[in-house]
């Protein structure tokens, strides 16, 4: 199995709901990576978990809130999302998350999330 | 934040025509550069990973180059098809995190 699955593909909530993008990959990589992609612009990177620990938060607001239950897991808990939140976002892994830019990033297909 | 600019940010061209887009990245801190094809309503996937100043790689009809002295990465695509067609995103790779530009999107006519 070579491919990070991502669900659901589409996503639409209100301000005030409270919704989990899922991701999974078993390909034995140790890292695991949400990006958030807007229109016409680059992803951007959100969260790294490394060997199921969280180790990069890029200055995410809270009601973004990762989760990686096991090395083959990767949620997102949304919580009172704007509607600026509306996005692509792209869960990827890659065999480790230790240093080595030739770590290539295995992509899921993304959630696009609308929120009203 | 790092700057990585891709151009350009698109381009068309005929079937069988040759085509060449850059990269432009901080030439401080260079660990890796990667290129990856990404496709409407699918995962982009990894073309090249490049390491060191001067690296050339190729995979069938595309290939890419590297400076890291200067800052920049070239792709290229001789004879390009139809199913070309794609976005083509490099990331400049400092440490232990991936800067992406934009993108260029390629639409190959046949």
Redesign the interface.
Known sequence: DT??TQTPKHLVMGMTNKKSLKCEQHMGHRAMYW?KQKA??????MF?Y?YEKL??NESVPSRFSPECPNSSLLNLHLHALQPEDSALY?CASSQD??????N???????SRLTVL | ILN?EQSP?SLHVQEGDSTNFTCSFPSSNF??L?W?RWET??????LF?M?LNGDEKKKGRISATLNTKEGYSYLYIKGSQPEDSATY?C?F???????????TKLNVKP
């Open positions: 491919e990070v990006y016409k612009k680059p992803p951007e990177l790294v490394s180790s990069i792209l998350g230790t240093g080595a830019g030739a290539v990033l295995t992509f899921g297909a993304g | 990585v940010q660990y890796a990667h990856y309503a699918k995962s982009p996937e990894a990973v390491t995103l990331a790779c400092n440490f232990n995190k991936f800067y992406f530009g934009s993108g």
